[in-house]
């Protein structure tokens, strides 16, 4: 069946540093990649995403890259802040309209 | 809009009870989405509507577990008979279209069972 894996689990970098999580998919008819981000207590939120159009995108702080011959895709957060700390989530959306998501990625910054 | 309801945030309930989980998708919204959050399995999708009918329950983990929606306004999560390894926290989430379009989750609802 359809699979979103994602590294690393867990991730802590220092304010101001860059902090990188890597996505793989499995379904090559996938062409829509949405990334979460999910505070305590609160429901998953977009962040931002990407089509299989673009290999490309950036908004402010944050980016992500597609390689959809590689079936990767990742994002980056530059100069991080205590304020990103959250647990990230990679999906995909697959050939059976179902939005898949990766395991998940606790980010940590430290001050 | 307020975005999407679940209604309780919070159930607490004896093995053996039946649960209902219930979401208010987005207006607007032809798909719905419910999800199942825990440490262990991250987030799983149950099942998925669309125009308020089910495409794909294969993620319902068994009979217990069912859903229904029957407008396009409300949906419910049953669980009956309740099981303690049912406790976490449920998503409901909501979208425009069927393909690659942003799903916008509710607050959830967090399922203990003693």
């Known amino acids: 069946g359809e699979n979103v894996e994602q590294h690393p689990s867990t991730l802590s970098v220092q304010e101001g540093d860059s902090a990188v999580i890597k996505c793989t998919y499995s379904?090559?008819?996938?062409?829509?990649f949405p990334w979460y981000k999910q505070e305590l207590g609160k429901g998953p939120q977009l962040i931002i995403d990407?089509?299989?159009?673009?290999g490309e995108k950036k908004d402010q702080r944050i980016a992500v890259t597609l390689n959809m011959t590689a079936k990767h895709f990742s994002l980056h957060i530059t100069e991080t802040q205590p304020e990103d700390s959250a647990v990230y989530f990679c999906?995909?959306?697959?050939?059976?309209?179902?939005?898949?998501f990766g395991p998940g990625t606790s980010l940590s910054v430290i001050p | 809009d307020a975005g999407v309801i679940q209604s309780p945030r919070h159930e607490v309930t004896e093995m053996g009870q039946e649960v209902t989980l219930r979401c208010k998708p987005i207006?607007?919204?032809?798909?719905l989405f419910w999800y199942r959050q825990t440490m262990m399995r991250g987030l799983e999708l149950l099942i998925y509507?669309?125009?308020?009918?089910?495409?794909?329950d294969s993620g319902m983990p068994e009979d217990r577990f069912s859903a229904k929606m029957p407008n396009a306004s409300f949906s419910t999560l049953k669980i009956q008979p309740s099981e303690p390894r049912d406790s976490a926290v449920y998503f409901c989430?909501?979208?425009?279209?069927?393909?690659?379009?942003?799903?916008?989750f509710g607050q959830g609802t967090r399922l203990t069972v003693v």
């Open positions: 989430a909501s979208s425009e279209g069927t393909t690659n379009t942003e799903a916008f």
């Open positions: 379904d090559s008819a996938s062409n829509y």
């Open positions: 990407i089509r299989s159009n673009v």
């Open positions: 999906a995909a959306w697959t050939s059976y309209d179902k939005v898949i």
């Open positions: 207006s607007g919204h032809n798909s």
């Open positions: 509507f669309n125009n308020n009918v089910p495409i794909d």
